[in-house]
């Protein structure tokens, strides 16, 4: 219970995170320039202020479990070796670093195809035409 707890919240925290980042990241960017229609920057605003008292309950749970996982470890050191005791140890610790690291690399492939996807449908034109576009663009003049 407390391992399936800790993909949990560890993964809760990496998604809020990833996505404060991106509205702090769209506000960085919408400080710079004239605001745009619909109010954008004070909808973002408060998507941040919503999304960073998530996170901050995010990062209670995780001190809570922190706690939790303290308890397990003295309850499982009177049933375990000492060798047994620190694999356990390293296995919660790895856990959470390998779930961090799948998310990274989850972004990265997702971005991988996000960009092709874009190259795809970017060549798309090209590939129907019998002409390549630098005759197209010829011919219509």
């Known amino acids: 219970m ?14 809020l995170s990833g996505r404060l980042a991106r509205v702090e990241n769209v506000l960085k960017g919408t ?22 008292g ?4 995010a990062r209670e749970l995780k001190e809570n479990l922190d706690r939790r996982e303290r308890v397990v470890l003295d309850i499982l050191a009177n049933y375990l070796s000492e060798e047994q005791l620190q ?4 296995f919660v610790k790895m856990k959470s670093t390998l779930l961090i690291e799948q998310r ?9 195809q996000e960009q092709v996807k874009c190259l795809l ?3 798309q034109p090209e590939r129907t035409s019998p002409f390549p576009a630098r005759c197209n663009v010829t011919r219509q003049m």
Do not use: C, M, W
């Open 2 to 15: 407390f391992i399936g707890d800790l993909d949990k919240v560890v993964n809760l925290l990496l998604s």
């Open 31 to 52: 400080g710079t320039r004239a605001p745009s229609p619909g109010n954008l920057p004070s909808s973002l605003s408060e998507k941040r202020k919503v999304l960073a």
């Open 54 to 57: 998530q996170h901050e309950d």
């Open 87 to 90: 694999d356990y140890q390293h």
């Open 104 to 112: 990274k690399l989850d972004d990265k492939i997702k971005l991988g």
């Open 121 to 123: 449908e970017k060549l």
